[in-house]
């Protein structure tokens, strides 16, 4: 069970942190990623992480503005937004890959449990 948190309205050249909490003990086995879909437009990879949080991939489109990281204490996944554009207007989840392993997945397939979701809007 994923839940997503921290969206909402921003203007351009804002910043916001997304959070993701899961529930269960086996966060620190999976795997995380942020994925986002604007309105008719495909899923698209923002970023991904590994099991222990010490590898990272961040898309073409957000690389040097977010940046994806994870506290396994606290069960939580957080993508901070920086220097926020009217194109990064979407819906943000999180989705979670069951497995350690120093692979980093960017396909929506490969993902095992989704977030329903938080709303960011960047306003020109």
């Known amino acids: 069970h994923l839940v997503e948190s921290g969206g909402g309205l921003v203007q351009t050249g804002g910043s916001l942190r997304l959070s993701c909490a899961a529930s269960?003990?086996?966060?620190?086995?999976?795997?995380m990623g942020w994925f986002r879909q604007a309105p008719g437009k495909e899923r698209e990879f923002v970023a991904a992480?590994?099991?222990?949080?010490?590898?990272?991939h961040h898309s073409d489109s957000v690389k040097g503005r977010f940046a994806i990281s994870r506290d396994n204490a606290k069960n939580t996944v957080f993508l901070q937004m920086n220097s926020l554009k009217p194109d990064d207007t979407a819906v943000y989840h999180c989705?979670?890959?069951?497995?350690?392993?120093?692979?980093?997945?960017?396909?929506?397939?490969?993902?095992?449990?989704w977030g329903q979701g938080t709303q960011v809007t960047v306003s020109s």
């Open positions: 269960g003990r086996a966060f620190s086995s999976y795997a």
């Open positions: 992480i590994n099991w222990s949080g010490l590898l990272t």
């Open positions: 989705a979670a890959k069951i497995g350690r392993s120093t692979i980093l997945y960017t396909a929506a397939r490969q993902y095992d449990y």
